[in-house]
């Protein structure tokens, strides 16, 4: 079993920066993914950006160029920087750890993360 806990949501205006943290404890092994997804109210939860076990990074194109993720493999904690946010940018933001074999998902409980104009 793997708990997965978030911090560092909050109100910024738009242009401004926040930091993420995500922190998960319990049985990682092998090759997984950790990440950031968000929701936004009436839209789909959508892939943010993860980083795998071996460092390869994704990001989705509307964040490339000011967000960063990052990893500390040995404390299994992952940052998401979030630089010149917008308002578009305003959503709930989830944490996922992603082993790969066999295959599981775990969830955090989500942090709000509000851009305001």
């Known amino acids: 079993q793997v708990e997965v806990v978030e911090s560092g949501g909050g109100l910024v205006q738009a242009g401004g920066s926040l930091r993420l943290s995500c922190a998960a404890s319990g049985s990682i092994n092998g090759f997984n993914t950790m990440g950031w997804y968000r929701q936004a109210p009436g839209k789909q939860r959508e892939l943010v950006a993860t980083?795998?076990?071996?460092?390869?990074?994704n990001y989705v194109d509307s964040v490339k160029g000011r967000f960063t993720i990052s990893r500390d493999g040995v404390k299994n904690t992952v940052y998401l920087q979030m630089n010149s946010l917008k308002p578009e940018d305003t959503a709930v933001y989830y944490c996922?750890?992603?082993?790969?074999?066999?295959?599981?998902?775990?969830w955090g409980q989500g942090t709000q993360v509000t851009v305001s104009t």
């Open positions: 980083v795998s076990s071996v460092g390869v990074i």
């Open positions: 996922n750890v992603r082993i790969i074999f066999p295959r599981d998902d775990y």
